[in-house]
């Protein structure tokens, strides 16, 4: 599609934990065992009062340092699964709060660590039938919330955060094709039972952040070669003509086994995990937003994004990157 | 957009209440004068065990009935506000349980009255550049589970039910404009404080729908004319080139005020609301689907749809009715 993706901007809470929070409240667990694996020394942790909206204006607001953007958005589009409330949708409190237009589109897509490139796909589409002009995508969550201190599945690894992507119709062809896919069978297996109008039938704690770790694993290397290869296929390209991927920042095991497995160079793939840890759908912007700004997007780079994770879901897609600083 | 509704089913679950039921509840509330103002004479209570997601399958199994299209959907939507979990997307869940095929894209939107507009402007987009190629946008809430007994002001509105709409391409001009606005800063006026992160700041009771009917009318009266205004100058049409105008089944008073202020005649209006009530997103569909029945659709009608509600949100759009019995 001709959708350009003009500004990236991100915000973290500024509290960070580290080995030495987990340590305190975990004295028997093997920090520096789980460090090795997940490869996450840092995450960021939002405040008792913070929420994904609050969130989602910090990042929003620096996109509008850069320009006079405000006005044009006609299209807003926050990813989260962690809303201020159910109802109404938190992309209304954000248009009002970011004193967007009122002709603005604004609502909430519910997914987590597929959520960008669906977001994307959602957005360029709207933007290329001229049902929109501008978008601003936001991705946001505060996943710790649902997390208690002694979960060793879950605590080393999700980290707050909030990604807003500015995008505007572009004059040659710069994002797509897209492969997506979805897999509710194993959806117990990353849930907050208890958390919505579904009486708990899950034998696990109510309102908590449950992970199955090893069935995740697996299915992540399933389904994330084969919409890597499926993607290519429909672009009719191989790895050796993709300048950089960009996962999903799961895990290092994750990241790790995904790349060995498909062959894929160590040196054409962006990893920031290690202090931003896993900030589920916002974790593909914020490390495009890291690789650009180390200089490693270069114009007319072909990068791939895929995100994977919790419902199961997954998508894939191609940028080209288009030049900006 | 080239987009054509193929098919529309719905479903309601057993349990109607009409004045008997408010009245046995609360001896004091004056009925007859309910009624009349509402216009609305029974809605349908989900059962306690009964989610939005199970409506939706409900809804979905009826669109298989009468096809084979369970292995052609690739895209699938679900509109609610009272998911299953609030993580894992509820449209995940549907995907496995109505055995749609796993490269199905599938997420929730979450909106209230003006879903279904929004939805139907994504899934169009998405079909229309070839992302997808036939979609399924389920519309499904149980509001009636955040409605207390005694709620004078809800109760006696909210229905629960599940609309099922499945989207194919055709080679005409068949769907659109869309004319659709946002203005978060009444989002207090229709809310579940408390269900979401955001700490409890609103002073109402905690998980329970509060809606202020005065403001929200005031929203209607004011947002309903002017959309319909731009839809009309977008597609350079008049309200008389309109065939049927579907609104949003809010309740009586506020249909009849629009349409007199609007002066549009009341044989052009289609309404369900008596024995339907206000399903919410569904509401709009089911309308249609109830037009379509009672043979107020004919091959190439125009027909207007105004979704309009919490949020505040709102969306309108044309569609060309293709003939479809």
Avoid at 87 to 104: E, F, V, W
Wanted: aromatic fraction near 8%; include cysteine.
């Amino acid at each position: 599609m001709k959708v350009l993706i003009e500004a990236i901007e991100y915000y973290l809470p500024s509290k960070v934990e580290g080995a030495s929070a987990l340590k305190r409240d975990n004295p028997d667990w093997k920090i520096e065992k789980i460090e090795e694996k997940t490869g996450i020394a840092k995450r960021h942790v939002s405040g008792v009062n913070e929420t994904a909206v609050d969130m989602a204006v910090s990042a929003a607001e620096k996109i509008f340092l850069s320009g006079n953007y405000r006005e044009k958005i006609d299209l807003l589009i926050l990813v989260t699964q962690s809303p201020d409330y159910k109802l109404p949708t938190s992309a209304c409190l954000l248009q009002d709060l970011l004193r967007l237009n009122k002709d603005c589109m604004a609502f909430d897509i519910n997914l987590g660590c597929s959520g960008f490139i669906y977001a994307l796909a959602v957005a360029a589409s709207l933007i290329e039938t001229g049902t929109a002009k501008r978008a601003l995508v936001i991705c946001s969550d505060t996943y710790t919330k649902y997390i208690g201190k002694k979960d060793r599945t879950c605590r080393p690894i999700f980290s707050d955060g909030a990604a807003a992507i500015l995008l505007k119709p572009c004059n040659y062809q710069s994002l797509g094709p897209f492969d997506m896919g979805t897999d509710g069978s194993g959806f117990f297996n990353l849930v907050v039972p208890a958390s919505g109008a579904r009486v708990n039938k899950l034998n696990k704690p109510k309102g908590k952040l449950f992970m199955n770790g090893p069935e995740l694993f697996m299915f992540t290397m399933d389904v994330v070669p084969k919409t890597i290869n499926a993607l290519l296929d429909k672009a009719g390209k191989t790895i050796k003509d993709i300048d950089l991927f960009i996962f999903h920042q799961a895990s290092k095991v994750v990241i790790d086994n995904i790349i060995r497995r498909m062959e894929i160079p160590k040196g054409k793939v962006f990893i920031n995990y290690r202090n931003k840890g896993n900030t589920v759908s916002a974790s593909i912007p914020i490390a495009l937003k890291d690789a650009q700004k180390g200089g490693r997007l270069r114009a007319n780079d072909k990068i791939m994004l895929i995100g994977f994770g919790v419902g199961y879901s997954w998508g894939s897609c191609l940028i080209r990157w288009g030049g900006q600083k």
